[in-house]
T-cell receptor, first 113, second 114 residues
Framework: AQSVAQPEDQVNVAEGNPLTVKCTYS??????LFWYVQYPNRGLQFLLK??????LVKGSYGFEAEFNKSQTSFHLKKPSALVSDSALYFC???????????FGKGTRLHILP | NAGVMQNPRHLVRRRGQEARLRCSPM?????VYWYRQLPEEGLKFMVY????????ESGMPKERFSAEFPKEGPSILRIQQVVRGDSAAYFC????????????FGPGTRLTVT
């Protein structure tokens, strides 16, 4: 069965510093991987996805993520954090042979001014 | 192009009543997904539907919960005889055909059972 893990409930980063939000996954076949962001009292917004090709994926708001097959990871990164990046971030995985997307528990990102 | 629409945004029901949550997918999207989010928890998949078909309902509780996506009109998530434990945010998402496509989420319906 497919699964996704976000090992950190919360990440604190000073504004202007680089940030990383971790995600590891487990699927039987090849994965589709996604990152979403949720602001308070809102639905999830798509940030970026990995389907195939280049392991480094660039997305919205300056975010990027690196697919690492050997470590089964898909960490979200940004070179310089903004206070407005503070939100709840979800990693998600879909097995190519399945229709269901599985979401991680989420990581709350706090950017400190 | 309007996004995914959900209504109502907030719904209060007393124990034993029925709750009906509606979701209109984005134009051109034929796939609808329902998720439940409890406070301080992630999203739990409930059901995946296409027009007039339930594709995967493995996340739906066996009793009291049902979903449909008719040929015309919005998708409906129906909870009969609500209990306090049903209080949560319910999100709908839609996507086009391809499995690699991302999902677009609605703003959610926050159900409170008193």
């Amino acid at each position: 069965a497919q699964s996704v893990a976000q090992p950190e409930d919360q990440v604190n980063v000073a504004e202007g510093n680089p940030l990383t939000v971790k995600c590891t996954y487990s699927v039987s076949g090849n994965p589709y991987l996604f990152w979403y962001v949720q602001y308070p009292n809102r639905g999830l917004q798509f940030l970026l996805k990995y389907i195939t090709g280049d392991n480094l994926v660039k997305g919205s708001y300056g975010f990027e993520a690196e697919f690492n097959k050997s470590q089964t990871s898909f960490h979200l990164k940004k070179p310089s954090a903004l206070v407005s990046d503070s939100a709840l971030y979800f990693c998600a995985v879909r097995d190519m042979r399945d229709d269901k997307i599985i979401f991680g528990k989420g990581t709350r990102l706090h950017i400190l001014p | 192009n309007a996004g995914v629409m959900q209504n109502p945004r907030h719904l209060v029901r007393r124990r034993g009543q029925e709750a009906r949550l509606r979701c209109s997918p984005m134009k051109g999207h034929s796939h609808v997904y329902w998720y439940r989010q409890l406070p301080e928890e992630g999203l739990k998949f409930m059901v995946y539907l296409q027009k007039e078909n339930i594709i995967d309902e493995s996340g739906m509780p066996k009793e009291r919960f049902s979903a449909e996506f008719p040929k015309e009109g919005p998708s409906i998530l129906r909870i009969q005889q609500v209990v306090r434990g049903d209080s949560a945010a319910y999100f709908c998402a839609s996507s086009p055909n391809l499995r690699g496509d991302e999902q677009y989420f609605g703003p959610g319906t926050r159900l409170t059972v008193t």
